[in-house]
């Protein structure tokens, strides 16, 4: 069975093509700059050189058209027809409440998506776009929604609840939900799989740090608190994210400022984070670069960001009562060492012994950077979103067909 799997952004669509019965990835690739000018098809066949087309693509459902054209083009497509596309799965970001794993999506999920647009208005929209536009384009195909939040929708109140007006958790439900579900899902998984025992009897700590970033406490299995809340701008420091920071900051700058709202939220979550600390840039590498040429800014923005990725550790190794082993993962914590052994200097009362030559070594397999006989183990385990969401479509299909 081909699985094609979609990331609908506002002005983005990506996609990559399973087939499942190996889990093979067939093709890849993403369209840019939707609805503006020149728009870019970038398509890539696994051990074939990319192909990039440029033209007017208006809409999503134009998107969708030329991704399908372009997988079952004659040279640089993969498939005979479309219809070898059996199932279409979306990463959604928001499932609030209502999602606490993935579904296949009927018009009652649609609607309850659109529901949930106040709470991921950059996000859930233009997830809906995609899902019309596959809709539009392929009218027969079952489609399941994936969502960022329904891992963690296994959080006890006393994690996800803001000491605010309950009112307010009524009314709107204002409260903590957590993102990068699927990747943590994904990574404590091959974790267990990796340390040989049953994630049900694990205390994890996932480290995802990638341009977004955040800490998952996984007890026995599933999600016992996260540091992202209510939207992905609580918890870590990130690329242009500030993270956790004292509330009053808010009222106090927009007095002090004159700014509005809106820019305030702009400022929080695009003007801060690594890229306002270091003055540099939001990508760690360029940081680490700049530090190690002796800039003190990236300096200090390296140290707030790693100082904080081992405040949440510990206070979820105390959370939790425990600890078996911390996770890294995603673009800076599968590739950056300087940034793991960082965040691991300060945990040897967890027990945490790095091995830097094995800290150092580079691999797309899950791997253990601790030495032999370290009481707490530190795993570095690649994530792989598009996989879980080929995994969770394939499996809905299959149960739908054989209900
Ligand atoms: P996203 O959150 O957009 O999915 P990724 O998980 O792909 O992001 O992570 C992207 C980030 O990974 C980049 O911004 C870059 O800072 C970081 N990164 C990639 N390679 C390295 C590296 N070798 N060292 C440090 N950081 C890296």
């Known amino acids: 069975m081909n699985v094609l799997?979609?990331?609908?952004?506002?002005?983005?669509?990506?996609?990559?093509?399973?087939?499942?019965?190996?889990?093979?990835?067939?093709?890849?690739?993403?369209?840019e700059r939707i609805g503006m000018e020149s728009s870019i098809l970038s398509h890539e066949v696994t051990d074939r050189p990319e192909v990039r087309e440029v033209s007017e693509i208006l809409d999503h459902t134009t998107a969708v058209k030329k991704v399908l054209d372009m997988l079952t083009h004659k040279r640089f497509g993969v498939l005979r027809s479309i219809e070898e596309i059996q199932a279409v799965g979306h990463r959604v970001v928001h499932?609030?409440?209502?999602?606490?794993?993935?579904?296949?999506?009927?018009?009652?999920?649609?609607?309850?998506?659109?529901?949930?647009?106040?709470?991921?208005?950059?996000?859930?929209?233009?997830?809906?776009?995609?899902?019309?536009?596959?809709?539009?384009?392929?009218?027969?195909?079952?489609q399941a929604a994936v969502f960022d939040t329904a891992f963690h929708q296994t959080m006890p109140p006393s994690s996800y609840m803001y000491a605010i007006p309950m009112v307010l958790y009524r009314k709107h439900k204002i409260r903590k939900y957590?993102?990068?579900?699927?990747?943590?899902?994904?990574?404590?998984?091959?974790?267990?799989?990796?340390?040989?025992?049953?994630?049900?009897?694990?205390?994890?700590?996932?480290?995802?740090?990638?341009?977004?970033?955040?800490?998952?406490?996984?007890?026995?299995?599933?999600?016992?608190?996260?540091?992202?809340?209510?939207?992905?701008?609580?918890?870590?420091?990130?690329?242009?994210?500030?993270?956790?920071?004292?509330?009053?900051?808010?009222?106090?700058?927009?007095?002090?400022e004159e700014l509005t709202l809106n820019e305030v939220n702009s400022m929080l979550n695009k003007h801060s984070g690594?890229?306002?600390?270091?003055?540099?840039?939001?990508?760690?590498?360029?940081?680490?670069?700049?530090?190690?040429?002796?800039?003190?800014?990236a300096r200090l923005a390296f140290e707030m960001y790693a100082y904080r990725i081992r405040k949440y550790i510990g206070s979820y190794a105390a959370a939790m009562d425990g600890l078996d082993a911390v996770v890294f993962t995603a673009g800076v914590g599968e590739n950056s060492d300087a940034l793991r052994r960082k965040v691991c200097e300060g945990l040897t009362?967890?027990?945490?012994?790095?091995?830097?030559?094995?800290?150092?070594?580079?691999?797309?397999?899950?791997?253990?950077?601790?030495?032999?006989?370290?009481?707490?183990?530190?795993?570095?385990?690649?994530?792989?979103e598009e996989l879980l969401i080929a995994r969770d479509t394939y499996r809905l299909i299959r149960q739908g067909s054989s209900a």
Do not use: W
């Open 178 to 256: 957590g993102f990068h579900g699927t990747s943590v899902q994904y990574v404590s998984r091959n974790a267990a799989e990796f340390l040989k025992r049953p994630l049900e009897e694990l205390k994890l700590i996932v480290c995802h740090i990638g341009n977004g970033a955040s800490c998952t406490a996984v007890l026995y299995g599933k999600s016992f608190d996260t540091s992202m809340g209510m939207t992905p701008l609580e918890g870590l420091m990130m690329g242009t994210r500030s993270g956790d920071l004292d509330p009053a900051v808010v009222p106090y700058t927009i007095n002090k």
């Open 349 to 384: 009362f967890l027990g945490v012994d790095l091995d830097e030559e094995k800290n150092r070594i580079r691999s797309g397999e899950p791997r253990s950077i601790t030495k032999d006989g370290s009481r707490t183990a530190v795993l570095v385990v690649p994530t792989n």
């Open 274 to 297: 690594l890229l306002a600390i270091s003055g540099i840039s939001s990508d760690m590498r360029e940081v680490i670069q700049a530090m190690e040429e002796g800039n003190e800014q």
């Open 5 to 31: 799997v979609i990331n609908s952004g506002s002005s983005s669509l990506k996609y990559q093509l399973y087939d499942m019965t190996d889990e093979s990835v067939q093709a890849k690739g993403k369209v």
């Open 95 to 142: 499932g609030g409440e209502s999602f606490g794993e993935s579904v296949l999506i009927t018009p009652d999920v649609k609607q309850e998506i659109r529901r949930l647009f106040d709470l991921a208005p950059l996000h859930n929209p233009a997830h809906m776009i995609g899902i019309q536009a596959v809709e539009a384009n392929l009218p027969d195909v079952p």
